[in-house]
């Protein structure tokens, strides 16, 4: 958003467009002093950084990740129709053809994964995802532990 500010540096008036000669600066929507500008109290604030705070987790998630399973390490998808699929080739017990990309080379590619390479490009998926998934609660419980706006700001990624 393009915004206005006062004489003592406060925002008062937001825009979609630049507003020229007076309101040129654009701010993030999560800016600290846009929240202000907004009238955002602290549980305001703490749900908006909860939700950043999810979506940064989601995009690790689904943005692929790395598993030495083949002897070397590659690269799988992970949205969630690839995570699925991982979940199916892994459970036929059997040698599957599965894509990834080796990570030396940037090859991307179905390369024939046995039962037990599949097995732990399953394994190893799951583990980052867990991980991941704790890492997210534990800056949830840092968001709801704080007790200031810059507490809550200070919560990142």
């Known amino acids: 958003?393009?915004?206005?500010?006062?004489?003592?540096?406060?925002?008062?008036?937001?825009?979609?467009?630049?507003?020229?000669g007076y309101a040129e600066e654009w701010?993030?929507?999560?800016?600290?002093?846009l929240l202000r500008y907004r009238?955002?109290?602290?549980?305001?604030?703490?749900?908006?950084?909860?939700?950043?705070?999810?979506?940064?987790?989601n995009a690790a998630i689904t943005g692929g990740f790395e598993s030495d399973a083949l002897g070397s390490a590659h690269r799988y998808?992970?949205?969630?129709?690839?995570?699925?699929?991982l979940v199916g080739a892994a459970s036929l017990g059997a040698a599957v053809d599965y894509t990834c990309t080796e990570v030396a080379t940037g090859t991307k590619g179905s390369v024939?994964?046995?039962?037990?390479?599949i097995k732990q490009v399953l394994k190893d998926g799951a583990a980052i995802k867990i991980a991941l998934l704790a890492q997210y609660r534990a800056r949830v419980a840092d968001v709801e532990a704080a007790e200031t706006e810059a507490e809550v700001e200070a919560v990142v990624w």
């Open 77 to 85: 998808d992970s949205d969630l129709e690839a995570q699925v699929n």
């Open 1 to 20: 958003m393009y915004v206005q500010r006062d004489a003592t540096g406060a925002v008062n008036g937001v825009f979609a467009r630049s507003q020229a």
């Open 112 to 117: 024939t994964h046995t039962a037990a390479q």
């Open 27 to 33: 701010l993030d929507a999560d800016h600290p002093d």
């Open 39 to 57: 009238g955002l109290d602290l549980d305001g604030r703490k749900a908006t950084r909860r939700a950043a705070l999810s979506a940064d987790c």
